[in-house]
DNA sequence: TCCAAGACTTGCCCCTAACTGA
DNA sequence: TCAGTTAGGGGCAAGTCTTGGA
């Protein structure tokens, strides 16, 4: 049966039907979608098609409460001098405009029906009123915006925005009250999130302008004047949507750029910035993975019974005994009892008898201590601190709920042990006798020897002084430098090619044999049901990889035996049989609050844990994904009073309550983390309320530009136009501390979730990131389809993708051959052009008659009538086109990570019902699992388990 | 109330199978 | 058919957020 005629949701845990409800006035959606009440349907609701009607003008900036600040006016909405050309990537990108007119535009018809910009993508907020065309069924899209959820702050001057196409821009991020709002207000802007407040319209045309920078610390640093976009972190090109025209422009106004284009542009030339914040690698450089040939799991060791256990590994949970009892090292006895798991049961049975997955959530009467005492707590903080007290739910993954009523499964499966090269290092020239666990070691350093890790001073002194203990106080090998691990790397070299040099019989039956030893270990059966589990592998003993300058870098992962491992199972279940003879697991629980099945403590940080979970496609992880997008989507209902409520605050007069509401504006329109405290033993990364002095530069009038690495190291370079008051209290925040010292000393995350949620229930800083990125794709969707080829629409598809992942910063490394690639591009177009101008010769003979001679091969060629010359020659410019487009696309998208946000940010229903009304196949745009028998496969796991989940239903 | 443990979710890179075009 | 490209899965690091104990 069509997942379209599964009733998607059941919002149980809503008080009103699903409004992600779409219409289109230009192609009537299917019959099909108009199924039963029950059915979800894409419809915008009619109180949003009201909404829309109210909006007048080609500017949604009309009803906006605040007026927009008055960014740069004119169509060159390009900031002066934000853009520096400088690097040969930005050069090209701008040779390689973008057509825009591939991209559909929404005509700018006054038929939206709901201007609010607070339920639109921050980036779109500023957009004009390029009025989507109404879903026939009028119904609110996902995050359909309501009147009553306009944004009143952040609003950008659509008109302005629309004249933005350059790269850098800033962003005006304005709050305006929300008594503000008129109804004729277009501020939508404070409703959408920020890349939607610009004119979509000209966000499309800018695509060529959006540069990624990829910058890790790790990697060198970035030029100050280098301008290359490639090089500036994705929020710097956030709707800059500067039609190729525009780029030429040369307007100044920073205002009327898209949120992106305003960060680093304007101040990215500003190299001071640049170069000061820390690590700012050229975004060609690879991350501290980059280049690494060695396979992860290349380096064995004997299968010796070193029993480390850790006693320093800390028990996981000390209540579990609530929901479940917990037993040491269980008996074997038990395993009499098993069966294993793959055999238990097959798909089909598995649903056929057991009970649907949507009750796992439920919390079970039998649940015991724990939870009785965590849903009083729970209670009890609810009804007194928030006003929502009504929602007394228990999120899945709190630890507080039954998750499960059975669980089997088979346990986890162990790297094989080492097997001994014994190639010799050298040191001091002379080759060097290792034992089987030293060269273990030496051969982990050796096989990262071309990468940039082996150049990290960090990264050997950790590998040097963990690889000295083993090596003993005594051994011949002292110093490092002495050491020539050559030899190693190039056995290591020779196994590579070795294996590249299998014929495909020998790769099939080594992955033949691989998979029969593992798949007992891929399923586990949670209350009947069989499920992929996810990492069913324990990690393999390495060098510890962390990204960006982690101090730990380098340190040995020693190998984890089953003694480090605490297995947790359904009572009265057997226990999984440990796979390495004479030892034996750490601890078995049966504890049903929780979705792990394994967990032991992290080598490298002991007070961590490395799970195994079950797969993204299974029920668990499908429902908690529900309930994320759920609450995304009540945000929407929440938003404006949140905006009201922090844009009151900017000017309060407790700087605890200010903090709160500067942090808070810059979560919700920056898509900022939240920002954790870190301990010193981790990379010195930052987010929101972990932002330092040095990290944000006040820019006279009203900007802000932000430089900091955040997570993995990634830079987020962007300059933006906040609201005076926001910009006012940064400086005020930042006054009388130096670099390093928080900007934000009154606050934590702790305290800003706990203010969110007496905002909304469950809210919290996150929600805000998964609020504008699935806002972002809708009304990008929703405003930019318009009929045409399956194609186009796709076109329109990625492209919202790719704002949505520029919004998160979503970076990724150029690719080893996209220059190799471009090059090929470029010949190829040169190729063909060559052709085109001697077919144009040749149409001129053949048209006077003349002969054409020889061709390139030295035979004469064939005389060809004038219609087939021309016909050939069109050919040859459509193949161009062609090409342009594609050479554009990779450009584009060359540091930019779109599996990021469609994996975790971008609710599937948004992406389902545009399918179903625009007639595109999901599996377009989701890969199809048919292992799980269902069209959207693992390629969403939200979408797929919020499917499955409710089809169980 | 604070803080660390604990339990997830998010995020980037590598590998490889599948796809594409010559 | 084959080489080059793309996209998804796997791996694992690095975040967020809740819970529970002192």
Redesign the pocket.
């Known amino acids: 049966m069509s997942v379209f005629n599964h009733t998607l949701y059941d919002n149980d845990d809503d008080d009103t039907p699903l409004s992600f409800k779409r219409s289109s006035t230009s192609r009537p959606p299917p019959s099909k979608q108009e199924g039963s009440s029950a059915n979800i349907t894409y419809v915008r609701n009619p109180k949003a098609v009201a909404s829309n009607q109210q909006r007048n003008g080609i500017n949604g900036a009309s009803r906006s409460p605040l007026p927009l600040k008055p960014q740069s006016t004119g169509s060159n909405p390009r900031p002066s001098g934000s853009v520096q050309p400088n690097s040969s990537v930005e050069r090209s990108q701008k040779s390689n405009t973008v057509d825009k007119s591939k991209l559909r535009r929404p005509h700018v018809e006054g038929d939206k029906s709901d201007d609010s910009d607070d339920d639109k993508p921050l980036a779109f907020r500023k957009k004009p009123d390029t009025k989507l065309k109404k879903v026939d069924t009028g119904g609110e899209n996902a995050y359909g915006s309501e009147d009553d959820h306009k944004p009143h702050g952040m609003n950008i001057n659509s008109a302005k925005v629309a004249s933005n196409n350059s790269t850098n821009k800033t962003v005006l991020l304005k709050t305006a009250p929300l008594k503000t709002l008129q109804p004729d207000d277009d501020s939508d802007d404070d409703h959408k999130p920020l890349v939607q407040r610009f004119n979509p319209a000209k966000r499309a045309s800018n695509n060529s302008t959006n540069k990624p920078v ?1 910058l ?1 610390a790790a990697h060198k640093i970035v030029q100050s004047n280098d301008d290359s976009e490639d090089e500036k972190p994705l929020a710097s090109r956030l709707p800059t949507n500067a039609a190729p025209k525009s780029r030429a422009s040369t307007s100044d106004s920073e205002d009327e750029k898209p949120l992106s284009a305003r960060f680093s542009r304007g101040t990215a030339g500003t190299s001071a910035s640049i170069s000061n914040s820390k690590d700012k690698l050229p975004s060609n450089n ?2 501290p ?9 290349s380096v064995k060791r004997p299968s010796d019974n070193n029993n480390q256990t850790s006693s320093a590994l ?7 005994a609530s929901a479940s009892g917990s037993v040491k090292r269980e008996s074997k006895d038990d395993d009499n009892n098993s069966v294993p798991v793959e055999r238990k049961l097959t798909p089909g049975e598995s649903s056929k008898s057991k009970p649907p997955v949507k009750n796992i959530v439920k919390k079970s009467p039998l649940s015991v201590k ?1 939870d009785n ?2 849903f009083k ?2 209670t009890k903080k609810t009804m007194k601190s928030s006003q929502f007290s009504k929602s007394l739910r ?7 709920g039954k ?1 499960w009523s059975t669980l089997e499964h088979n346990g986890v499966i162990f790297p094989p042990p080492y097997n001994p090269h014994g190639v010799k290092m050298l040191y001091n020239g002379q080759p060097v006798e290792l034992t089987p666990e030293e060269e273990e070691v030496a051969t982990m350093f050796a096989v990262m020897k071309d990468t940039e890790y082996a150049a990290k001073k960090t990264f050997v002194d950790n590998f040097f002084g963990d690889w000295k203990k083993i090596l003993g106080k005594n051994h011949i090998i002292k110093k490092f430098e002495l050491c020539d691990f050559t030899p190693i790397y190039e056995w290591h070299l020779r196994e590579k090619e070795k294996k590249k040099q299998m014929t495909s019989e020998e ?1 099939k039956a080594l ?1 033949e044999e691989k998979l029969k030893q593992e798949e007992k270990y891929m399923w586990a059966v949670v209350d009947g049901v069989r499920e992929k589990v996810g ?1 069913f ?1 324990v ?2 003993p ?1 060098l ?5 300058e ?1 101090p730990k870098m380098g340190k040995l ?1 020693k190998r984890i035996r089953p003694s480090d491992i605490t297995i947790n199972i359904g009572k009265g279940t057997a226990v999984p049989e440990c796979p390495i003879e004479g030892e034996s697991w750490k601890e078995v629980k049966h ?1 049903n609050t ?3 099945l394994a ?1 032991w403590n ?1 080598p ?1 940080s002991q ?5 195994v ?1 079950l ?1 993204a496609s299974s029920s668990l ?1 499908g429902q ?2 529900k309930e ?1 997008y759920e609450k995304s989507r009540k945000l929407k209902d929440h938003i404006h009073n949140i905006r009201v409520n922090y844009t009151k605050d900017f000017k309060s007069n407790d700087v605890s309550k200010k903090q709160i509401a500067v942090a808070t504006y810059l979560i919700d329109k920056l898509a900022l ?4 405290e ?1 301990d010193d033993d ?2 010195d ?1 930052v ?1 929101c309320c972990t932002l330092k002095v040095d990290n944000v530069t006040c820019v006279p009038p009203n900007k802000l530009q932000f430089d900091f690495l ?5 830079r987020y370079f962007n300059t933006v136009e906040v609201e005076l008051p926001v910009y006012n209290a940064i400086e005020e925040f930042r006054t009388g501390k130096k670099d390093g010292d928080p900007v934000f000393d009154k606050l934590d ?2 305290k800003l ?1 706990h203010h969110l ?1 007496d905002l909304m229930p ?1 809210l ?4 805000f ?2 609020y504008n990125a699935s806002i972002t794709l809708d009304a990008i969707l929703h405003e930019e389809t318009e009929d045409g080829t399956l194609l186009e629409k796709i076109a329109v598809y990625q492209r919202a993708n790719k704002e949505v992942a520029i919004i ?6 150029v690719s080893k ?1 996209h220059d ?2 471009m090059t ?1 591009l470029n010949e190829k177009i040169d190729e063909l052009k060559a052709q085109i101008d001697e077919l144009n010769k040749d149409l001129g003979k053949v048209k006077r008659g003349k002969p054409l001679g020889n061709g390139a091969d030295g035979k004469p060629k064939r005389t060809l009538a004038p219609e087939a010359i021309e016909k050939k020659i069109s050919q040859i410019e459509t193949k161009i086109e062609k090409m342009e487009m ?1 050479k554009k696309t ?1 450009e584009d998208l060359k540091t930019v ?1 779109l ?3 469609k994996i ?2 971008l609710d599937p229903r948004i992406t389902v019902a545009w399918c179903k009304t625009h007639e595109v196949p999901i599996e377009k745009v ?2 199809q ?1 048919d292992s799980c028998e269902v069209w959207m ?3 969403c796991r939200a979408g797929f388990q919020i499917l499955r989940v409710l089809a169980s239903g």
């Open positions: 990829l890790k690879k991350g993975n980059n280049n690494l040939s060695a396979p992860r799991n800390k028990k996981a949970k000390s209540s579990d724990k005492k965590t707590t729970k228990v999120p899945p993954g709190s630890g507080g998750k790769k992955k990492n592998r990690e393999p390495g510890f990889r962390g990204r960006g982690h992962k504890d929780v979705t792990w967990f992290d490298i007070k961590d844990f490395k799970y979970f797969a992880k908690s994904d994320k983390r939240a920002g954790n870190k981790e990379a990364t987010g955040g997570k993995d190291s990634i995350t702790t979730n949620k469950g919290t800083a996150k929600v990131r998964t998160c910063n979503h970076q990724r490394a051959s190799t690639q090929k594609d990779k990570a599996g990021t946000s975790n940010y989701f890969q699992d496969g693992n390629g």
